[in-house]
């Protein structure tokens, strides 16, 4: 399984970044295009164009202030020129359907694969239906389930599984977004998932992860009143899940 560490340019300085990338030697990262190019850029050339993912960061774009369709349409416009002329092979769909309706996310999706040249990997959400995922695994080689972290609930965890385990009978491979609970990955067959738990437990939880050879522990520091170094934090971290990413690499799909 794929562990991709998102949000690497998180909470470190670029000193401490730079020694994260040379002690982790992380192999697969995720960044979203809403950090900007330079930023999806240099996470790009962290790995090779197999190890990387972009999400679109069509959310975080909508949050800021009141966004139009036409504004979210120049958003795409400037999303598929990163891809073509970086050549990236793994993007995500703008994934904007309980904002805009299913019908502008499949327009959007159309445009974006004429223009790139490639298909995107569609992102399922509970609102779009069973039959839907059904539909996106007999069109797509690799696809992703959203939603994992607020949307759906611990009791629907086994369809999720249900749904992961058909996909792989359609040799589909799944990315599950944000599921990164790994007491519990085992479970499920995705071919890749993605965290920023390893650089947001640092930088607002003060937690510090280690990896025990089988999964990550984590614990809250006590440092007797000292200040704690976040980026030194964040980047221990870091360096703990790119051994967590090789363990789970081995295991295979």
Same mark, same amino acid.
């Given at each position: !399984?794929?562990?991709?560490?998102?949000?690497?340019?998180?909470?470190?300085?670029? &000193?401490?970044?730079?020694?994260?990338?040379? &002690?982790?030697?992380?192999?697969?990262?995720?960044?979203?295009?809403?950090?900007?190019?330079?930023?999806?850029?240099?996470?790009?050339?962290?790995?090779?164009? &197999?190890?990387?993912?972009?999400?679109?960061?069509?959310?975080?774009? !909508? =949050?800021?202030?009141?966004?139009?369709?036409?504004?979210?349409?120049?958003?795409?416009?400037?999303?598929?020129?990163?891809?073509?002329?970086?050549?990236?092979?793994?993007? +995500?769909?703008?994934?904007?359907?309980?904002?805009? #309706?299913?019908?502008?996310?499949?327009?959007?999706?159309? /445009?974006?694969?004429?223009?790139?040249?490639?298909?995107?990997?569609?992102?399922?959400?509970?609102?779009?239906?069973?039959?839907?995922?059904?539909? !996106?695994?007999?069109?797509?080689?690799?696809?992703?389930?959203?939603?994992?972290?607020?949307?759906?609930?611990?009791? &629907?965890?086994?369809?999720?599984?249900? !749904?992961?385990?058909?996909? $792989? =009978?359609?040799?589909?491979?799944?990315?599950?977004?944000?599921?990164?609970?790994?007491?519990?990955?085992?479970?499920?067959? +995705?071919? =890749?998932? /993605?965290?920023? =738990?390893?650089?947001?437990?640092?930088?607002?939880?003060?937690? $510090?992860?280690?990896?025990? #050879?089988?999964?990550?522990?984590? $614990?809250?520091?006590?440092?007797? #009143?000292?200040?704690?170094?976040?980026?030194?934090?964040?980047?221990?971290?870091?360096?703990?899940?790119?051994?967590?990413?090789?363990?789970?690499?081995?295991?295979?799909?």
């Amino acid at each position: !399984m794929r562990i991709f560490l998102a949000s690497t340019f998180s909470g470190m300085d670029k &000193e401490t970044r730079k020694k994260f990338i040379q &002690e982790g030697s992380p192999k697969y990262i995720l960044e979203t295009f809403f950090n900007g190019e330079k930023v999806c850029k240099n996470a790009l050339n962290d790995v090779n164009r &197999e190890n990387f993912l972009l999400d679109s960061g069509a959310f975080s774009y !909508m =949050s800021g202030a009141k966004c139009t369709k036409e504004d979210l349409m120049k958003y795409a416009n400037s999303y598929a020129d990163f891809i073509s002329k970086n050549n990236v092979k793994y993007y +995500f769909e703008l994934d904007v359907d309980t904002i805009f #309706g299913i019908e502008f996310v499949e327009k959007i999706r159309r /445009d974006l694969e004429m223009k790139t040249g490639r298909k995107c990997i569609p992102v399922w959400h509970k609102g779009r239906g069973i039959e839907y995922f059904k539909w !996106m695994c007999d069109n797509y080689s690799y696809i992703a389930i959203g939603g994992l972290v607020f949307h759906v609930k611990k009791s &629907e965890y086994p369809l999720i599984k249900k !749904m992961v385990d058909y996909a $792989r =009978s359609k040799n589909v491979k799944v990315h599950g977004l944000g599921f990164t609970k790994t007491n519990e990955l085992d479970k499920y067959r +995705f071919y =890749s998932v /993605d965290s920023a =738990s390893w650089t947001k437990a640092g930088a607002l939880g003060q937690q $510090r992860h280690d990896f025990n #050879g089988r999964k990550i522990v984590t $614990r809250k520091l006590d440092n007797k #009143g000292k200040k704690i170094l976040l980026s030194k934090l964040i980047c221990h971290n870091g360096v703990e899940w790119c051994k967590y990413q090789r363990y789970m690499d081995r295991k295979g799909f």
